[in-house]
């Protein structure tokens, strides 16, 4: 890869980003460019403007953006339309912000005429697969460079020596070893590592940064109301918002009534399984929300075909692919089944949980009609039941005829 | 249909099944065989014999039989080892338990010579269905009566004042309309019709019977430890216990928590849409704890072909199929999979919700060794991450370089 | 259905719907306006107006239509997108023009007022759900009537009887028990029943009506070229053609070669299994062609979901599901992956099979330069086979390790 | 992997896997354990015992083994019990064999105290994978050598060069460039590369070795009948054969006949397209009897969770993971719905084609009192369709009247 010269990286203005981008310049010979983004992490972003100015790099080449609409609007809520849970429960809060950083890097890449781009993601892990097999997907001749699986700093040691080194600055609280690792963004946070890697013990409570303990939470209930149009959220109480003000508030909900923590144990791709605890406060709220949705306003063969597309199309994200052939068909038929996912939610939230208590909507499909158990005034005629059954148990009977083995 | 001469009938002892086994009798001329079976309803068994014998039935022909433990052990168990939910979200706890009534119906017919069963559900649900698919798959030349479709007594003036002119007592609590209607058993309480037929309305709280309120629970979490062999449930905090057992100690520690309410609009598989309220309490639990324990004992394909099949299976036992091909044909794939999912999961239970906290097992596929930030002794190296990046890679490229688009 | 006046009857012109067609008025007492589509089943539809008007039918109540273009263009296309085979083989001739009819059905009944529809589908086939379901999921008020379920004239001699009393016109040829049943339209040719019954006998030859005996067939084998665009065929020998031209200029070169017969055994939606023999000259051709022209400009990922979904959407064609949720979901996905299905397929008729020998795309994802035995130029590093396959093994070694069984 | 002392090479006898042999050795410094295994490739086996022994390889390290009878019983059979193709129309020729030599080697590596294996493939294509996974997951200890990943013998020349200077005999034939490459064994002969490299070019025909052409097969047809017992051919035109004789029967007739021929454009598991000509003689024609069976002997049930479930299993075969929880599971599922596929299928094998003309079964499911066009006795109430499809359309209906659009 001797032909690169210039290279765009995924910078948090953070200390490992900081060496990273200081070890290109230094051990490769590139030029760098840093991209910063707001995803909602809650850290503020400018101050990477400076850093990355302190490393020599010109202001054309430092990228510092606010993509939290997009984030939510494009990645997140198509997400969710799916009902997406990888291994029956993980909302995929890492795996969705994966592809719109490395969609950004390529960008910027041809903008500013760079032949790669760098990221700061292990070789251990599933983001070092979701960054590259997105720019790949983008931009087939873009080359990589992920320094962690190249260089020797692999411990903090070593790592904080050679920062040190090298004039990078060195906060305080990076010097000892971190008791676990986090990555955050306006959907999730995620912890991992050290003090979470026996799954046997449960998370200790400094862990969670996002959400209040279920059992410090409000002693009252809170009901809240949600809007949906074409399967997307809209308003919150009434209010309409845009989509990442609507999971914004939404967070605060969760994180107020302690709920979205997960505790799991999952399957990365690269074929070991990691224990992760993660607090999805609004996306948990929000995943029951669009659910409750769609109970009455999707036919049941939509909603059925949703289900069973959901586990691939939950993996396909989790393994990277969302800029896939096959990511794209899924999605298709999803979306198709959104037309009519219109109409009001309504949950109550308390101490750790989220329960639907109520759905309307314009579009239903619900029909008092022919559920009531009073007259239905021949909405639905029993006597075709019969007919339904006996057909449907055709093809069992001559089956039992030929085996009567029972 | 004039062959009939005796008929087994799925007998509660309550007033609608009285009517029914009068009307049997008196309309169709029909010897009355009555089965009664103790699923964990929560009501008596005993008194049905007593109001059969009342009805003129002979002793021989009145069946009284617990059923809880292989209604739990060749039943639940098996469905909870595929962690079925049907549309997402419904423990199927009624739609398990008519298979096993129905092979009972079924047996007691060859047992007593006679020709056809009879059942209590209407013609808008998906008990009739499921009721009767099974009894067609285990006897192909079994008749089946469902009165529901057929008599005039769709009012409930009607129904009672035949009941009377029978000579049928009706207890005063049934003179009225009940606002819901309810079925139970071991598993769980289903709660429909009536007062629940407006999905947006909460559900009051005089409709649960099985949980305490969230609200309601104490203010304490509660640990609990579940132990599993091959897939199924063994032992309550360190105590073994026997299938039906285990889930009826669940069931109270889900009741004094306020766990396992469920509020669903479903699709109904005679098409259309209902609404639903389901307590199923130790089984909200069981589900939770047995998805832990796969966590770390199932491999990552084992793990997501089960997520596959799942929709699909718990749709059949939604419907009815129970006993066909398919659904068998999916519970050996599924079963195969259990061989080693042994260990214990810790589960906090707390205001209406349940918390995976911790998991170990003898069988552990959870290597810290591998997914260890320390030092992990060559255990994974990471440069084989490089090349499975790029092979999974490739085709994303050739992709991208034709179509040179995004 | 008291409340029916008028009905739209689909209206073949032979002796089966005239005599439905005046049941219609004499026994049921309504105005009869009738639909007479050519799908290319090769009769002449215009005698079809002389009869109804010798029925007494007024000339605006008679619809005689070309729609062959449309059935072709509409629904064949879209389906052969799919590569749908239902039960691994039928190519689904009669299931898809179904919909149509059933389409124009429903449509006419709204230009004339009807309120209802009719078919002369018996109640043991599949044609009766396909009629009934799309003319259902298009207008949920309209009625249908099928006369084949309700009246008595279920013998041969008492259908001719009631035409002879009712002034229809017998053919002569029509006064005998057909020794089979067929259905025709410009996809396919299906024969059943009678002769066909007893699965162990062969096919008489005289059975066969759209090929020729592959033993008659040319010695010579003959090449053609079928060009694709988007998916859909576009040209054939390098001459474009409209959809249905296209459909009538392969069938005739399959019915030359004796191509395209299908003896199968397949599972009704009812609940029985039928045999039918199959003449699908110009499909099978066309289906090989489609495939083939995937298989260069298809990506893996596309390609392998096409598959997995293929079996379901087929089933949903033939089960009469065209117009639902479901089937549309699936199509926009399908679509989506057809963008780019362009390019020639080489193909050798030649006694009774068509064999796919070559083709080409300017959207070609083949690479030469990628699976060369020669020196490719670094298109691939071999050494990434390494990391690629540890990582897929590591799952795998981690089981093993566990295990230690084999 | 200094610590490698001993290797088991699959060792053909042929020039390269001498070459690498020697390589191992000299190279390396290993000890190498030959396995030569006769897998039904049609060459002789015990020649590669001289040659090993001309090596200096000791008698005792020298495995030549006849398991075709272990291939076709335990890995063609159980592979066609699912109807597999991969692509929709490749039957795994290749894929299929790897695992079962994978397996042997590893046994010999334990018997023989050997710490690794090697095998001759290259690093583009799947066979590395297969052997590889497999291996992985018998042993997860097991090392893997790969000669053609490392080695720098890449062209031809090299090659003979260095088999020169090191004392391997180089035939006269092996001298030049082959004009394509081709693998063997029992089930089919699999060719690509070279002239083969274009897929608009047509394969020339001394590229075929196990068929002749369909137009040089007789002109006349021939009859034959094939025996099934759960699921696995058990005899021929009544002849009970084992299986890998009636494997071997069926691939004379197919060559005589011209059939098995299939050009196709498939996409390897490293992420890239190649094009291949299989010719599987016995195989189409066991394939297509197999599927003649399960359509009287299956429920529809079965049959259509097993269509389906294919696309994946012939996928895991494919990509080399026989060996892992995901293919048992589903082998269990297909394995079971076997129980009852007896019967007999007989076969038209004419010019290049093969063609089912009947089938019977002591199980069939096939009704002809259902499926009559003559009177049924009652087996079948075409009533029951009204109410079938009545409830079938409620959901549709239900769909309609909310949407009123199309």
Same sequence: chains 1, 2, 3, 4.
């Avoid at 993980?90 to 960008?107: C, D, F």
């Avoid at 089944?337 to 329960?355: C, D, F, P, W």
């Amino acid at each position: 890869m001797s032909e690169i010269k210039r290279v765009v990286l995924a910078y948090s203005g953070g200390l490992d980003t900081s060496v990273i981008a200081k070890w290109l310049e230094t051990e490769r010979g590139l030029e760098v460019v840093t991209f910063t983004a707001d995803l909602g992490q809650g850290e503020e972003i400018e101050p990477a403007r400076e850093k990355a100015r302190a490393m020599g790099i010109p202001d054309k080449h430092i990228y510092i953006e606010d993509v939290r609409e997009e984030f939510v609007r494009d990645y997140v809520f198509p997400m969710f339309r799916a009902n997406a849970r990888y291994e029956g429960d993980y909302l995929l809060g890492t795996s969705i912000a994966r592809p719109l950083i490395s969609k950004r890097l390529v960008e910027i890449a041809h903008e500013t005429g760079a032949d790669a781009i760098a990221h700061g993601a292990t070789g251990k892990g599933n983001d070092q697969v979701r960054f590259e097999l997105s720019a790949y997907a983008l931009d087939p001749d873009i080359k990589v460079i992920a320094p962690w699986r190249e260089w020797d700093l692999t411990s903090r040691t070593a790592l904080i020596a050679w920062a040190e080194a090298h004039q990078i600055a060195v906060p305080k609280d990076k010097r000892g070893e971190a008791p676990f690792s986090t990555d955050a963004n306006l959907l999730h946070t995620s912890s991992e590592g050290k003090v979470l890697e026996d799954p046997w013990e449960e998370t200790p409570e400094y862990v969670f940064s996002r959400t209040v303990s279920p059992l410090e939470a409000p002693d009252e209930p809170e009901y809240i109301e949600i809007g949906f149009e074409k399967g997307d959220g809209v308003s919150l109480n009434g209010k309409a918002m845009s989509p990442a003000t609507l999971l914004t508030e939404l967070n605060e909900l969760g994180r107020k009534h302690g709920i979205g923590r997960l505790d799991l144990v999952e399957n990365r791709f690269v074929g070991m399984k990691s224990r992760g605890m993660y607090e999805t406060p609004g996306g948990t709220i929000y995943a029951i929300a669009h659910r409750g949705i769609e109970q009455v306003t999707l036919d049941r063969g939509a909603a059925h075909l949703k289900d069973e597309l959901m586990p691939r199309y939950a993996e396909l994200i989790y393994n990277g692919f969302w800029f896939s052939p096959e990511r794209e068909m899924l999605q298709a038929a999803i979306d198709l089944s959104q037309e009519k996912v219109n109409g009001t939610v309504r949950i109550m939230l308390y101490k750790g949980a989220a329960h639907l208590v109520g759905r309307k909507s314009p579009n239903s499909l619900y029909s008092e009609a022919h559920v009531t158990f009073e007259d239905d005034a021949g909405a639905y005629d029993q006597q075709d039941a019969e007919g339904f059954i006996k057909l449907n148990a055709l093809r069992l009977r001559l089956l039992a005829a030929r085996d009567r083995k029972r």
